[in-house]
């Protein structure tokens, strides 16, 4: 029988290993039998926490979407509520933040993306956080601009972060997080700049 409060640790533990087991070996080649390996523990153990594989993958993204969010979340809690600009800086910010950009990570990520196309709850997954970054654009947008400025300019924002986010995960270097975020910023100044012209 497994100590009490031993649950949530053994799933931690699972989930930093199949982040390092997709950073070693690639999603396809992170068996559970692998992963179970780096864990340190029986394959059974996985399945009892979490089914299968893609249960487990479900799980680690939950866990870098959590992240995701809290590191967005620590940015903006310092913020002045009525101060539009920064709140957008902040999700730019979180969104390269070391928690999303590490190896393990964008690798995990990019893994996560390519599986969702075929996994209906990856897919539901994906659409929660592309539709959080969207709304949470938005909805700053929206205190400077119009709506129908608003929108595209979220959209255009959201799509910029994912292309810089994928554009530095597939140079297989480091992620330049800073010159990532300067040129988010650029485009932000841009669309700021079209409130306080009028257009």
Same mark, same amino acid.
Request: glycine residues 8%.
């Given at each position: /029988?497994?100590?009490?409060?031993?649950?949530?640790?053994?799933?931690?533990? @699972? +989930? $930093?290993?199949?982040?390092?087991?997709?950073?070693?070996?690639?999603?396809?080649?992170?068996?559970?039998?692998?992963?179970?390996?780096?864990?340190?523990?029986?394959?059974? +153990? !996985?399945?009892? *926490? &979490?089914?299968?594989?893609?249960?487990? @993958?479900?799980?680690? /993204? =939950?866990?870098? /979407?959590?992240?995701?969010?809290?590191?967005? =979340?620590?940015?903006?809690?310092? %913020?002045? !509520?009525?101060?539009?600009?920064?709140?957008? =800086?902040? !999700?730019?910010?979180?969104? &390269?933040?070391?928690?999303?950009?590490?190896?393990?990570? /964008?690798?995990?990520?990019?893994?996560?993306?390519?599986?969702?196309?075929?996994?209906?709850?990856?897919?539901? @997954?994906?659409?929660?956080?592309?539709?959080?970054? *969207?709304?949470?654009?938005?909805?700053?947008?929206?205190?400077? %601009?119009?709506?129908?400025?608003?929108?595209?300019?979220?959209?255009?924002?959201?799509?910029?972060?994912?292309? %810089?986010? %994928?554009?530095?995960?597939?140079?297989?270097?480091? &992620?330049?997080?800073?010159?990532? $975020?300067?040129?988010?910023?650029? *485009? @932000?100044? &841009?669309?700021?700049?079209?409130?306080?012209?009028?257009?």
């Amino acid at each position: /029988m497994p100590k009490v409060g031993m649950q949530p640790i053994r799933r931690s533990q @699972l +989930i $930093a290993a199949t982040l390092d087991a997709v950073d070693q070996v690639g999603m396809s080649d992170a068996s559970i039998a692998y992963i179970a390996r780096i864990a340190g523990v029986s394959t059974g +153990i !996985i399945s009892h *926490y &979490f089914q299968d594989k893609n249960g487990l @993958l479900e799980a680690t /993204m =939950r866990h870098l /979407m959590t992240e995701l969010n809290s590191a967005i =979340r620590a940015r903006r809690d310092t %913020l002045p !509520i009525d101060d539009p600009e920064a709140h957008l =800086r902040a !999700i730019i910010e979180g969104n &390269f933040d070391d928690s999303q950009v590490s190896g393990p990570a /964008m690798k995990t990520w990019l893994a996560f993306w390519a599986s969702s196309m075929h996994h209906p709850n990856l897919r539901r @997954l994906q659409r929660i956080n592309d539709h959080r970054l *969207y709304s949470n654009l938005c909805g700053q947008f929206r205190k400077v %601009l119009p709506q129908e400025q608003a929108r595209p300019a979220a959209r255009g924002l959201a799509a910029l972060i994912d292309g %810089l986010w %994928l554009r530095g995960a597939l140079t297989g270097q480091e &992620f330049d997080s800073r010159n990532a $975020a300067r040129i988010a910023f650029d *485009y @932000l100044a &841009f669309q700021l700049g079209k409130a306080g012209a009028g257009d």
